[in-house]
């Protein structure tokens, strides 16, 4: 965005010239065949080398808001809409386009300087609110260069921080004397999603802004009560002066891959392992942000990370890699973040090289004092959250209010405890030093006052217990008592067996977790299993054991069920049965003398479907279980197939409902009649199948295609799903083919 003048096609041919990610400028000067065209052939031209896989520059002024806002149209999960604002002096900009000769769009000389003056009256910067995920402001040429250096270093899958970098005070001088003309320049809109966020502790200082290495300050917009604090000067970066909330207030958590470095975990299993605990958190948590930190643009974890999470359609404003010193996030690179993690030794002590000396060395003594009140010492795979006192200069200058300590695997023969290659064991502890990373991270979250997805009041007190558990407890072994531990023993393993008995003192040695499970021919047939829950799977049990405290949000209790809608339907319709029985978790955990309940559970189920078709004769329905849910106790799915909603966002979601992963509760009765047991499918490969279509079984590249696609699919269902009335249709529907 900027005036004729400003330096547009510079910053485009520059970026192209330098960068290795493919690029594509539209112009409309050029885009019929050299000469001028319309914008809709600027559009058209932007769609296309966007399906082709390729980034694209816009060289158009769009100035204005309804200049801009059909470009904006084309940003999507997959696709990030950037502003770069080229907001230069306008004296600059006019006399630049009246010098120029061979000017692509022929404006130049004389008429140049009425032509760029009217446009920039027309001047509306832009805010994130309109659709982008970033806008950076350059106001001088300096602004530029950083720009220049930001989108040149950028590699095909390389991500930037979502937010507003770079804006000055709107009223500084610069602009006031020279653009007399323009009318008020608005600030972005705060896009701060709670209010209720206490105060960033930098949120009401004044910054000078220093030499960014790798990004610019983010600048904290306020639209109004900043202009006093101004002490002018073209360098001083104003947070948000009045108290607002902006997008930069997330609550975010920056750490480190844990267990690459020096303790040689493999990067390949590390990367999944990472992506599988940062998917679990982002489609949990609402309003929160993790940011995978390394030191180096070389680091090969942080590009498979990247590249791993591409595939997956991870949401960029919720997960993203950056490249920086852990210890100067916010004074270095202008990422904010509220609590950072450290790759610590088990002592719990500064010392070795890599980040856990430099966090302990940056937070100042203040670290090690609050780390001893709280342990003496940490064992693989959990996580230790110890809150900085303002003292502390990593909070004073870099706004962290606290530092989770987390204890990975080790597979280094060099260094104390090594697994020796044993990757069943190491992947089972690096996947518990993430959940215990992530849940930490939501305890404080939850202690500042923001709200989880999916929070009620439970889910909320469920988490101030977790925190009291990260306050020692956890390294204590003490088993949490929102993390029911089970084991009984059909197919009990040898390694479980040997820990009975004394499963509180080893708690993390002995629960078994997907990798620990038995695999029979890749299926797993039903049996009592242990299986620990996270704080933020406990609502539905709270909600099935005590009805009556959310009778607000339930649509049926009787004395063997609870029906619900799901609070993240993943289609038009979709509602959830819970057994209210103690001590049914899952599928996993039904056996013959439940099969009365299971029946219950799906006469209701049936009910709810038959009548949502009264009201709407094109449903059809499935009512299923997940082979392993996220979510504990256990609950019938009841859900409509056209799967249109926006809480349906990835591959996961959708192969939860249309892999053999989904049980139809008609199958699964037939099973626990039949072998007392139900067969389950959690194999990981089902939930990372390719997307398919359920109609007609076509494959897409991603999510925003396969919805476009079932959108308008009509095809019949496969005969699979034809058959034993796996499917609930309208009366006047049945017999015809769905
Ligand atoms: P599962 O993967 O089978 O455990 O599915 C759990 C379901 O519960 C998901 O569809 C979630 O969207 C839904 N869910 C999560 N939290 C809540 C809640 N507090 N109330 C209702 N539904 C929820």
Not at 376 to 381: F, M, R, V, Y
Request: proline residues 5%.
């Amino acid at each position: 965005m900027g005036a004729p003048g400003s330096g547009k096609s510079t910053f485009c041919e520059h970026v192209i010239r330098s960068s290795t990610r493919p690029w594509v400028r539209v112009c409309q000067d050029t885009i019929g065949n050299g000469k001028a065209g319309t914008k809709s052939q600027c559009l058209k031209s932007a769609t296309s080398v966007l399906e082709d896989g390729k980034s694209v520059f816009i060289d158009r002024c769009n100035l204005d808001r309804e200049q801009r806002a059909e470009f904006v149209k084309l940003g999507s999960p997959q696709v990030e809409m950037h502003a770069v604002v080229l907001d230069l002096p306008a004296q600059l900009c006019i006399s630049r386009s009246v010098k120029r000769t061979g000017h692509e769009g022929n404006l130049q000389g004389g008429k140049a300087a009425a032509v760029v003056n009217r446009m920039l009256q027309k001047k509306e910067l832009p805010k994130l609110s309109e659709g982008f995920h970033r806008i950076t402001f350059c106001q001088n040429d300096s602004d530029v260069q950083a720009a220049l250096n930001t989108y040149s270093a950028l590699s095909h899958l390389d991500t930037l921080p979502p937010g507003c970098f770079g804006q000055k005070n709107p009223d500084a001088k610069i602009q006031l004397g020279i653009m007399k003309f323009l009318k008020k320049v608005e600030v972005p809109v705060n896009v701060g999603p709670d209010a209720n966020f206490p105060k960033h502790p930098l949120s009401t200082q004044i910054t000078k802004e220093k030499d960014s290495c790798c990004k610019q300050p983010e600048d904290i917009s306020s639209s109004s009560g900043n202009a006093k604090e101004i002490k002018g000067g073209e360098n001083i970066v104003v947070h948000a002066v009045d108290g607002t909330v902006s997008s930069k207030d997330i609550p975010t958590l920056a750490f480190p891959s844990i267990s690459t470095a020096d303790f040689q975990f493999n990067h390949e299993k590390a990367a999944d392992i990472i992506l599988e605990k940062v998917e679990e958190f982002v489609n949990k948590v609402e309003n929160a942000r993790l940011v995978l930190v390394d030191l180096s643009h070389g680091s090969k974890i942080l590009s498979l990370v990247r590249a791993k999470a591409a595939q997956r359609n991870i949401d960029s404003n919720k997960f993203f890699t950056f490249v920086g010193d852990i210890t100067r996030l916010y004074s270095k690179g202008g990422l904010r973040c509220n609590a950072i993690a450290n790759a610590a030794n088990w002592r719990l002590k500064p010392g070795g090289g890599g980040a856990n000396a430099a966090i302990f060395s940056a937070a100042g003594p203040e670290l090690e004092v609050e780390t001893k009140k709280r342990a003496g010492s940490l064992i693989p795979g959990k996580a230790l959250v110890v809150p900085l006192p303002s003292t502390s200069p990593l909070f004073s200058r870099e706004g962290v209010t606290h530092v989770i300590h987390v204890l990975g695997p080790n597979m280094n023969p060099q260094r104390p405890n090594c697994l020796d290659n044993d990757y069943v064991k190491g992947s089972k502890v690096l996947r518990e030093a993430y959940t215990s990373l992530f849940e930490g991270f939501a305890s404080i979250i939850n202690t500042q006052g923001n709200l989880l997805e999916g929070s009620s009041e439970n889910l909320r007190s469920e988490l101030s217990v977790s925190q009291d558990h990260f306050k020692g407890n956890h390294i204590k072994n003490v088993p949490n008592h929102d993390q029911k531990i089970k084991r009984v023993g059909v197919y009990e393993s040898e390694r479980s067996k040997k820990c009975k008995g004394f499963h509180d003192e080893h708690e993390s040695d002995c629960t078994e977790s997907k990798d620990g499970k038995e695999n029979l021919n890749n299926e797993k047939i039903g049996r009592s299993m242990t299986k620990t829950w996270g704080s933020w799977a406990q609502s539905l049990y709270h909600i099935a054991m005590h009805p009556e405290k959310h009778k607000d949000n339930l649509i049926e209790i009787s004395d063997d069920v609870v029906v619900l809608n799901d609070l993240y339907p993943k289609a038009q319709r979709h509602l959830l049965v819970l057994a209210r029985s103690e001590g049914l978790d899952c599928l996993a955990d039904v056996s013959r003398e439940h099969l009365q309940l299971l029946r219950t559970m799906h006469a209701v189920g049936l009910k709810w479907a038959e009548k949502f078709l009264c009201e709407d004769e094109l449903l059809v329905f499935r009512l299923g279980y997940h082979s392993a849910p996220s979510m504990r106790q256990l609950h019938l799915h009841v859900i409509s197939q056209d799967f249109n909603s926006k809480h349906l966002k990835n591959k996961k979601h959708w192969n939860s409902f249309n892999s053999a992963f989904f049980r139809d509760s008609v199958d699964v009765i037939e099973e626990i009649t039949n072998h007392g047991r139900a067969t389950i499918k959690d194999e990981d490969s089902l939930l990372s199948m390719e997307l398919r279509c359920h109609r007609c079984r076509s494959a897409h590249p991603n999510m925003p295609r396969l919805k476009s696609h079932i959108s308008n699919c009509q095809a019949s269902f496969p005969p699979s799903l034809l058959q034993n009335d796996r499917l609930v249709l309208a009366p006047s529907k049945s017999g015809s083919e769905p």
